[in-house]
């Protein structure tokens, strides 16, 4: 089992910047990957980006491409989202994940979600 828990969200001006946080915990050595999901009001729940700890590699969606960055602590088990030139259509609850097991058959485990809202 995983527990991950999501910190860092608030209110910030459009153009600004958030950085949130993820911390995982119980059986941290099973993860292969963490990611941050993120659902409006009356919306599908979407991928926002993911990083895979043991290769560092990245992915994220069209729509936050070169403004969010994704990473890691030294532990590999915090994942932080920074995101900068934030837009009002940002705004919704992010939530994080963590894959666990092999790739053939990973599992997610999903925090309870941190909001982030872009308003002036």
């Known amino acids: 089992q995983v527990q991950v828990v999501e910190s860092g969200g608030g209110l910030v001006q459009p153009g600004g910047s958030l950085r949130l946080s993820c911390a995982a915990s119980?059986?941290?050595?099973?993860?292969?990957?963490m990611g941050w999901y993120r659902q409006a009001p009356g919306m599908k729940r979407e991928h926002v980006a993911t990083?895979?700890?043991?290769?560092?590699?990245?992915n994220y969606d069209d729509s936050v491409k070169g403004r969010f960055q994704i990473s890691t602590d030294r532990a590999k088990t915090t994942v932080f989202l920074q995101m900068n030139a934030l837009k009002p259509e940002d705004t919704a609850m992010y939530y994080c994940?963590?894959?666990?097991?092999?790739?053939?058959?990973?599992?997610?485990?999903w925090g309870q979600g941190t909001q982030v809202t872009v308003s002036s």
């Open positions: 119980g059986a941290t050595y099973s993860i292969y990957a």
């Open positions: 990083v895979t700890p043991s290769t560092n590699y990245t």
């Open positions: 994940t963590a894959l666990v097991g092999p790739p053939q058959a990973l599992y997610n485990y």
